[in-house]
């Protein structure tokens, strides 16, 4: 009998790690396919990409893992993709692959240095994705396909060749948007649509002014607007008061209301007088803003953390206790069966 045990205790480690086996083969078999490798090449193993359990959880291409047979149109899908990371000049006709939002667990897309020039009119409105980083592209017309995306919060554009207005009404779930060293001319005035903003970078830009209701932002942590020669511009409290981080040099700043930025010395400025406050805050709209978050105005990471915590507790017990459950009843047949035939 324990000899019996120990068999059905083997077979099922074997049958484990088969599954396993062929999980890893599975993922690095479409990895190497599309890269023209060989079938047999580990990928998990040589740096390319970071594996959990056999499946591809990160994975970051450059120039010199591709081939000529590597066509991103046909990027294949991984299902538990979490970033992806890829730094390939002139990739897919210097157009960024809709294939890359199927990826249904993608939670970071960076994509830099490629020459992107533009993005297309239609991405998988479903992709998870939180943060988008396209700096150090071609991009000349600001991605307002990207306001379609629900989860997305982070959005890089860094160093590109966007210019005119930005539209931002439609992004009502941003907490961070960097878009400095870009020509661009004007901040939209709904700035009111994102009212979750934690951080908000347009230094060394091409803008002339700041929207009123700018100021009326509760969640702003980073405000930085510096080097922008063509800007003139008054800086008073925002609905956060006392942020963490400014950046203003370089910017000609006409006057500056105390306890507005935590690192800024206010004996660096012209103080604003109350008739300049006053003047900013009648442009305002009346209209009061509207955070995603409905319990609180900055979610808190710990509290998030812990509910994942709980909630992978609770995932674990009751796997482990149907592993036990189908142990017990596995034994108990064959108790069952050895008791009939004898």
Do not use: W
């Amino acid at each position: 009998m324990k000899s019996l045990v120990v068999s059905l205790f083997s077979i099922n480690l074997l049958s484990n790690v088969i599954l396993l086996s062929g999980a890893v083969s599975q993922d690095c078999a479409k990895l190497n396919e599309f890269l023209g490798k060989s079938q047999d090449s580990e990928c998990c193993k040589k740096g390319l990409a970071e594996c959990v359990e056999g499946f591809i959880t990160t994975l970051k291409l450059s120039k010199s893992d591709i081939s000529e047979k590597s066509e991103f149109s046909r990027f294949p899908t991984f299902e538990r993709l979490i970033t992806l990371g890829v730094g390939i000049p002139g990739i897919n006709g210097n157009i960024l692959p809709s294939t890359f939002f199927d990826q249904p667990n993608l939670n970071k897309l960076e994509v830099y240095e490629s020459n992107i020039s533009s993005i297309p009119k239609f991405i998988n409105k479903n992709c998870p994705v939180t943060e988008i980083n396209l700096e150090h592209n071609a991009l000349s017309e600001f991605p307002t396909q990207f306001s379609d995306l629900p989860n997305l919060q982070h959005l890089y554009l860094m160093d590109n060749k966007i210019s005119g207005t930005i539209d931002l009404k439609n992004f009502k779930s941003l907490n961070e948007i960097f878009v400095f060293e870009n020509p661009i001319a004007k901040i939209p005035d709904e700035v009111t649509a994102l009212a979750d903003l934690i951080e908000f970078d347009f230094s060394s830009t091409e803008i002339t002014e700041l929207p009123p209701d700018l100021f009326k932002l509760p969640n702003l942590k980073q405000f930085k607007i510096s080097n922008n020669s063509k800007l003139k511009t008054r800086v008073i409290n925002f609905g956060n008061k006392n942020i963490n981080d400014c950046a203003l040099d370089g910017t000609d700043i006409l006057c500056y209301q105390s306890e507005t930025c935590a690192n800024i010395n206010t004996n660096s400025f012209t103080p604003c007088t109350s008739n300049d406050i006053e003047e900013i805050k009648s442009k305002q709209s009346k209209a009061p803003l509207k955070s995603k978050n409905k319990s609180s105005n900055i979610n808190n990471p710990t509290d998030d953390n812990n509910k994942n915590n709980n909630l992978g507790s609770i995932i674990g017990l009751i796997g482990g206790a149907i592993v036990v459950v189908l142990i017990i009843s596995i034994i108990g047949f064959v108790i069952v069966q050895i008791i009939i035939k004898n």
